[in-house]
């Protein structure tokens, strides 16, 4: 399959933070959704991506390009949304497309004004005075508008209300329809995952804990409940981690097989959702610091 | 390229607007028009290139597909653009007004003087934030007024008789080696520039 995004052993350092040895691929034709909690380098990742940073060492390719020679060729190809406004605030939205038009040689004025139809965006108020909510779908609307067939987005739903959350994921969902679009978007609201990501890739302190696909997460890794007289240092050695309390103890397994194979019906198996697996994922590796 | 020196004279649309009209207006008043074109032609150029200093714009234009090199070339080039409207609105104004031809020794010293200050400001700018210009320029300031006041007390009146010869002078090969001298330091200039935002993060 298609890599569309390929990292391979990128470093990148700043003051108290570093992204170590970062490899990651994004496969064309699905959704691939970034996970990891706050500043564990998914913001430094996606500009890396857009090659709004550099790295250190190791390589970023896009679409199979390097940055160095093809800039414009890649960028032509990508549509972005980021968690801020990144307009000029004293504009309005149809002045706003005047500028960014000529940008793009695959501009589609027919889409333009579809998306404006669709999300009733006002076209001659100042981007200022938009909504949270209003601001998203506009950009949304710009990074939809030129046929890209990467769509990258830092934390699109951060802020949205519920019902907007869910209209923007259907409209993502219908974009993914002809199998020739990508999108890969970072969030921390990790229920949006389960309605749309076929991929998910979890980092954690700058490091790629892993790529997966959404329905094998759900067969490899379990959470798992027991009495606590079942722990001992070589069934500890099983889980991610583990939290203990008086009535039992509750852990996260990556092999949900070798568990079963091991406690059989003396615990109690359960799907974990991606908070699960986020939560003791840092726990686990807080532990073994 | 060029969309991004559209992009710039359509937000300073409106300053040039006003600005143009205030222009003319000054020009029958005031025959001094060096300082004046001098000053709008700064205050224009400043402006577009405060407009896009904010980080989400940089974010925003580094994500369009334009390259930083193009970006620093636009503000550079976007700026002859800017001081050439300047010039031509005075000589067209002068003509009209006046009902002088303006000499074109003047409009060059005005564009020379521009380039002079841009080429020094730009890199500045890109280095710290055009917030700080004004700092540096009240510093050269203090500066100007102790060697006036402590070394050389006629600095002011050696300028004036500086740009009064300069203006009479005779021989084009001066005139020549003047702006080949000023395109130098505005191309190392904008080098250098290219080369400070390259390596800027956002």
């Known amino acids: 399959m298609e890599n569309v995004i390929e990292l391979q052993h990128v470093q990148k350092s700043f003051d108290g933070f570093q992204l170590k040895d970062l490899s990651l691929s994004v496969k064309k034709g699905f959704v691939t959704g970034f996970i990891g909690g706050n500043g564990v380098g998914k913001s430094t990742t996606i500009k890396l991506i857009m090659n709004l940073l550099q790295p250190e060492s190791g390589t970023v390719s896009i679409f199979g390009l390097n940055y160095k020679e093809h800039e414009k060729e890649i960028k032509q190809r990508i549509g972005f949304v980021f968690d801020e406004n990144v307009f000029y605030e004293n504009l309005t939205l149809a002045e706003m497309k005047k500028i960014i038009k000529p940008s793009y040689k695959n501009w589609d004025d027919n889409l333009f004004a579809q998306f404006v139809k669709t999300f009733e965006l006002p076209l001659n108020k100042k981007i200022k005075s938009f909504s949270k909510g209003m601001m998203m779908k506009a950009s949304l609307t710009i990074a939809l508008s030129h046929h890209a067939e990467l769509i990258i987005m830092d934390e699109p739903t951060s802020g949205l209300d519920p019902i907007f959350r869910r209209e923007l994921l259907d409209i993502l969902h219908n974009l993914m329809q002809d199998g020739e679009k990508t999108i890969f978007f970072s969030t921390h609201i990790t229920t949006d995952l389960d309605r749309i990501a076929d991929y998910i890739t979890f980092i954690h302190k700058g490091e790629h804990m892993f790529t997966k696909e959404f329905y094998k997460i759900e067969e490899e890794f379990a959470i798992v409940k027991g009495g606590i007289e079942l722990l001992d240092r070589d069934t500890e050695q099983e889980f991610v981690s583990i939290r203990k309390s008086n009535h039992g103890f509750e852990a996260l397994t990556a092999n949900k097989g070798r568990i079963e194979n091991i406690f059989g019906e003396m615990v109690l198996v359960e799907k974990p959702t991606l908070e699960d697996i986020m939560f003791y994922t840092k726990k686990g590796a807080e532990q073994y610091v | ?202």
């Open chain 2, 1 to 202: 390229m060029f969309n991004l020196i559209r992009k710039d004279i359509m937000l300073q649309k409106t300053t040039l607007m006003t600005m143009l009209p205030l222009l003319i207006l000054l020009l029958t008043l005031e025959r001094s028009f060096i300082y004046i074109g001098l000053l709008f032609s700064m205050a224009i150029i400043m402006n577009a290139f405060a407009s896009d200093e904010k980080s989400s714009i940089n974010t925003l234009l580094n994500s369009l597909p334009y390259t930083r090199k193009e970006i620093v070339s636009s503000k550079y080039i976007g700026a002859l653009f800017f001081v050439l409207t300047i010039v031509l609105t005075i000589f067209t104004g002068n003509l009209i007004i006046n009902r002088e031809i303006t000499m074109w020794k003047e409009l060059g010293l005005i564009i020379c003087l521009v380039m002079i200050f841009i080429s020094f400001m730009f890199p500045f700018s890109y280095k710290f934030k055009s917030q700080y210009l004004l700092t540096a320029v009240i510093v050269s300031f203090v500066i100007y007024l102790l060697i006036v006041n402590l070394f050389i007390n006629n600095l002011n009146d050696k300028i004036r008789e500086l740009v009064g010869i300069l203006l009479t002078l005779q021989s084009s090969q001066l005139y020549l080696l003047i702006a080949f001298s000023v395109i130098a330091l505005y191309v190392c200039s904008w080098l250098l520039s290219i080369r400070i935002y390259s390596k800027k993060v956002f």
